[in-house]
């Protein structure tokens, strides 16, 4: 399997603190069944600063200690980048990473509580320059939660989502997801990721969200999403469910 979302690389964020710390995520995925893992520090998000050429080159020394350890295990450089309305300076700067730095798929983070009034014409932009952006867990963002049309618009522009595993298999409480399920049911997930940080509260548990997703929805759609993050990996284009858009006694649900 692969984690297109984790915080696995030491001592850069809010992630694994240390090489032991690391050595016990690389373990643990490896545990789950997943072979290729997406390192995404946070960049940009008001604490962290981690640009490109600093991620990338902390993999490539990270891969290094994996194999020296025999974990097989093969870490990708990405950034989970907060979006910002300066986004577009960042690029130019060079500071950006796309996943695998293949300069394909991006993947963003909202503030938690809000969709910044921005954000339709950042997707529309970043689309015109062949950046497609996948949002990292709109699930436990509020006004996703107040209301679901904002994240049709968005998947109807061409934004991708990501969900965590971890709300799927309701360690954030049977609100959240529930609405996993509803994101689901209407063709706006597109990847699962278990976004983890650490071994124990924060941990990797794709094993656990896919079987949920295949006894909850379906085999087909567990396939689905496994086969974008294959897909992602390799650098081609996504096989994209058509969007179902939320019938009203959806919005406001909660």
Same mark, same amino acid.
């Given at each position: 399997?692969?984690?297109?979302?984790?915080?696995?690389?030491?001592?850069?964020?809010?992630? %694994?603190?240390?090489?032991?710390?690391?050595?016990?995520?690389?373990?643990?995925? *490896?545990?789950?069944? &997943?072979?290729?893992?997406?390192?995404? !520090?946070?960049?940009?998000? @008001? &604490?962290?600063?981690?640009?490109?050429?600093?991620? +990338?080159?902390? *993999?490539? $020394?990270? =891969?290094?200690?994996?194999?020296?350890?025999?974990? !097989?295990?093969?870490?990708? !450089?990405? #950034?989970?980048?907060?979006?910002?309305?300066? +986004?577009?300076?960042?690029?130019?700067? =060079?500071?950006?990473?796309?996943?695998?730095?293949?300069?394909?798929?991006?993947?963003?983070?909202? !503030?938690?509580?809000?969709?910044?009034?921005?954000?339709?014409? *950042? *997707?529309?932009?970043?689309?015109?320059?062949?950046?497609?952006?996948?949002?990292?867990?709109?699930?436990?963002?509020?006004?996703?939660?107040?209301?679901?049309?904002?994240?049709?618009?968005?998947?109807?522009?061409?934004?991708?989502? #990501?969900?965590? %595993?971890?709300? +799927?298999?309701?360690?954030?409480?049977?609100?959240?997801?529930?609405?996993? $399920?509803? &994101?689901? $049911?209407?063709?706006? %997930?597109?990847?699962?990721?278990?976004? %983890?940080?650490n071994i124990h509260f924060r941990g990797i548990n794709l094993t656990?969200a896919y079987d949920w997703v295949t006894n909850k929805i379906g +085999?087909?759609?567990?396939?689905?999403?496994?086969?974008?993050?294959?897909?992602?990996?390799? @650098?081609?284009?996504?096989?994209?469910?058509?969007?179902?858009?939320?019938?009203?006694?959806?919005?406001?649900?909660?």
């Open positions: 399997m692969i984690d297109i979302h984790c915080h696995i690389l030491p001592n850069i964020d809010d992630g %694994a603190p240390n090489d032991s710390d690391f050595l016990m995520m690389a373990n643990q995925a *490896v545990s789950n069944g &997943i072979t290729h893992s997406f390192a995404t !520090p946070h960049h940009l998000n @008001g &604490i962290f600063i981690n640009p490109k050429d600093k991620i +990338i080159k902390l *993999v490539g $020394e990270y =891969n290094t200690i994996l194999e020296e350890n025999n974990i !097989p295990l093969q870490i990708h !450089p990405g #950034q989970e980048l907060r979006l910002h309305r300066e +986004i577009f300076q960042s690029l130019e700067r =060079n500071e950006i990473l796309t996943l695998d730095n293949k300069g394909k798929y991006l993947l963003l983070e909202l !503030p938690s509580r809000e969709v910044p009034d921005y954000t339709q014409e *950042v *997707v529309y932009e970043l689309l015109l320059k062949g950046l497609t952006p996948i949002f990292a867990h709109p699930e436990r963002n509020r006004e996703f939660l107040e209301d679901h049309q904002l994240l049709f618009d968005l998947a109807q522009e061409g934004a991708l989502f #990501q969900l965590t %595993a971890g709300s +799927i298999a309701g360690h954030f409480g049977k609100k959240i997801q529930f609405f996993c $399920e509803k &994101i689901i $049911e209407h063709h706006l %997930a597109h990847f699962i990721a278990t976004d %983890a940080h656990e +085999i087909q759609y567990t396939f689905y999403l496994k086969e974008n993050a294959e897909l992602l990996l390799a @650098g081609q284009n996504l096989h994209i469910e058509q969007p179902v858009p939320f019938r009203k006694r959806f919005l406001r649900i909660f």
